[in-house]
């Protein structure tokens, strides 16, 4: 386990669900955090950057999981698929909201928010814009107002993680 234990682990997740997958950590292309590589007549591969701290790894392993759940995407679905990998990835990082309402109200700054969190910013302010009705009822904060009605897309694809 890396990182604090009440959280969501992916590595926790791949030996459990993907024990056969190959994790390479690699030096890759500087622009990428990590990729899905698949292959004619092996089963695909998962590279991650070796300039990834623990929050980086934990994110783009989390990316490149739902990459590996969802399929292959075919070229004409790529975007649509990414979208939605980013969705549920943020939605898995942080499925307790009462973390994180406690969390951005103890945090000077979102990032500081994201860094207690144990996520990236780009995943906490995904998950944020992305509040069901409901659960932007759950989320009373500034910050969290601030996403959820759309000032957070600057930020929003920053998350450099993409498809081989
Ligand atoms: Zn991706």
């Known amino acids: 386990m890396r990182g604090p234990a009440s959280l969501r ?11 056969t997958l190959p994790v ?3 030096d890759i292309d500087p622009d990428l955090n990590g990729y ?6 092996r089963p695909p591969r998962v590279v991650l950057s070796d300039s990834l701290d623990d929050i980086g790894q934990r994110v783009t392993l989390t990316h490149e999981l739902f990459h590996l759940e969802c ?11 990414e979208k939605l990998v980013r969705l549920l990835t943020a939605r898995w990082l942080l499925p307790d909201l009462d973390l994180v309402k406690r969390a951005l109200a103890m ?3 979102i990032e500081d928010a994201a860094e207690r969190l144990w996520v990236t910013l780009d995943v906490l302010v995904e998950r944020l814009r992305h509040l069901t009705p ?13 996403f959820s009605h759309g000032h957070g897309g600057v930020v929003l694809y920053g998350l450099k993680s993409h498809q081989a």
């Open 9 to 19: 682990d992916p590595w926790k997740y791949q030996r459990d669900y993907w024990p």
């Open 24 to 26: 390479d950590i690699a």
């Open 71 to 81: 399929g292959q995407p075919d070229r004409w679905h790529r975007d649509r698929g």
């Open 134 to 146: 409901n659960e932007a009822h759950l989320v009373h904060s500034p910050q969290a107002r601030a």
């Open 107 to 109: 945090s000077v700054s």
């Open 36 to 41: 899905t590589q698949w292959r004619r007549d």
